[in-house]
């Protein structure tokens, strides 16, 4: 049972982008989220987390104030609102729980910003 990441695209630097990761089940609510990536050649990096309620969050500091994870427990998703793109944060996109995965990672959504 995977996790579903979408929004991903090409985008020019200073751009936009809104990715959401859909997670099966019912426990998806019970769990800490973090968005995560993977440049080609690194290892997968921590992006940011938010609590199980929503209540707190933490970003890696080369996207604070950038970047902003929000979550619906109701429609089991999280998002990742990245504004103000750089080319250096050209990867693949990952969700799963914190501090450990619970889910299958999924596939990933692209994201490219251009010079």
Do not use: H
Not at 28 to 36: H, I, L, T
Not at 45 to 57: H, K, P, R, Y
Not at 66 to 87: C, E, G, H, W
């Amino acid at each position: 049972v995977q996790l579903v990441e979408s929004g991903g695209g090409l985008v020019q630097a200073g751009g936009s982008l809104r990715l959401s990761c859909a997670a099966p089940g019912r426990i998806f609510s019970s769990y800490a989220m973090g968005w995560f990536r993977q440049a080609p050649g690194k290892e997968r990096e921590f992006v940011a987390s938010i609590a199980w309620n929503g209540g707190s969050t933490y970003y890696e500091d080369s996207v604070k104030g950038r970047f902003t994870i929000s979550r619906d427990n109701a429609k089991n998703t999280v998002y990742l609102q990245m504004n103000s793109l750089k080319p250096e944060d050209t990867a693949v996109y990952y969700c799963n729980s914190r501090p450990r995965a619970v889910w299958s990672w999924g596939q990933g959504t692209q994201v490219t910003v251009s010079s």
